[in-house]
């Protein structure tokens, strides 16, 4: 099932040469504002920003704000853009808000907003500070099958959202039971994040452009992404495939969704801007730094593809669970 949900998002991947660059620096909006529905230093928050940064720096917006509104597990953010009604503000989202409506965590779903683009997307990893006993993954594993309450690990999201659905599925996929993880929710991954190394929590399950900055400062270190392939971005990182967890592979997806009602005049240029970014070098650079991948698919085709994760995701979440 993980192959599945990885192709689905493979599927979708950009081809950049399909993509004209002629246009790329042309302004196509005066400003957007963002609104993440987590706090500071999370995956939502650093694709905001990025594609903000991308957005102004390639002069394909003339200006960019952000707003973070954590709370509900997203929820408070859906629902005060729905409530408000606002076309100047776009909401970042990712694979959470398919589990969290699943889960009834919060009333909405996608189907209440108007989704604009998946953008990219963000392989999952293990980490553990760098002081940790756990040299690599199988000393993770080791560990586990050992005392399984006694490797606690945490994520940037509820319980039984994608950070522990991830962890679970990995364990799965040695041999171990998933049933078992003992996850620690954090609000968001900069939290998370703060929770290992300090000491709260043994390993992290998280994105891999939220670790890797770290693991370059050397404060962290990485044993598996759920990668097909090896990175460039760390060339020396296992998959958690070749680490023992045979056949692991997820991609987080993120895109954006406007308010309820948009028109398709600004809908289409919502989706104009976001698709000549990815012809500028301000964009590559900002994705290259994240170690995230493109991916691409608007409008009805990004509908098409929520609905399909949600059953997908569905099966998975029953099959451990967590429904």
């Known amino acids: ?3 599945t949900l990885t192709a689905a998002v493979a599927a979708t991947t950009l081809s950049l040469a399909a993509i004209g660059s002629a246009n790329a620096a042309d302004q196509v909006m005066d400003k957007i504002h963002f609104l993440i529905p987590g706090g500071a230093g999370g995956g939502w928050d650093g694709t905001a920003r990025g594609t903000g940064e991308a957005l102004t720096k390639a002069g394909i917006v003339g200006n960019a704000s952000y707003e973070n509104m954590s709370g509900g597990g997203g929820g408070k953010a859906i629902a ?3 409530e408000t009604k606002d076309t ?3 909401m970042v989202n990712s694979t959470p808000i398919v589990i969290r409506s699943l889960q009834k965590v919060f009333p909405q779903s996608f189907r209440d907003l108007t989704p604009i683009a998946g953008t990219i ?3 999952a990893a293990f980490v553990v500070n760098k002081d940790s006993a756990i040299a690599d993954f199988g000393g993770l594993v080791e560990a586990y099958n050992a005392d399984p309450a006694n490797v606690a ?3 940037g999201s509820v319980a039984g959202g994608m950070d522990h ?3 679970a599925l990995v364990m799965k ?4 039971d998933p049933k078992q993880v003992k996850y620690i929710p954090y609000d968001a991954g900069g939290k998370a994040m703060a929770g290992l190394l300090s000491g709260e929590i043994k390993a992290l399950s998280t994105g891999f452009g939220e670790a890797i900055e770290l ?3 050397g404060e962290v270190r990485i044993l598996c992404v759920t990668s097909k392939e090896r990175l460039a971005a760390s060339s020396d990182t296992p998959t958690c495939d070749e680490a023992g967890a045979t056949g692991a592979e997820f991609v987080n997806w993120r895109g954006f969704f406007a308010a309820p009602g948009l028109s398709s005049d600004q809908a289409a240029a919502y989706q104009t801007a976001l698709e000549n970014m990815y012809a500028t070098p301000e964009w590559a650079t900002v994705r290259d730094r994240n170690g995230w991948v493109d991916i691409f698919n608007k409008g009805d085709d990004f509908v098409t593809f929520l609905e399909a994760q949600e059953e997908q995701i569905g099966g998975l979440m029953k099959e451990l669970g967590f429904l």
């Open 165 to 167: 659905l991830v962890a």
């Open 1 to 3: 099932m993980l192959r």
């Open 121 to 123: 997307g963000d392989y």
């Open 80 to 82: 005060h853009i729905i």
């Open 153 to 155: 690990i945490g994520g």
């Open 88 to 90: 100047g503000t776009l």
């Open 215 to 217: 693991a370059r400062q």
């Open 173 to 176: 996929s040695t041999g171990a």
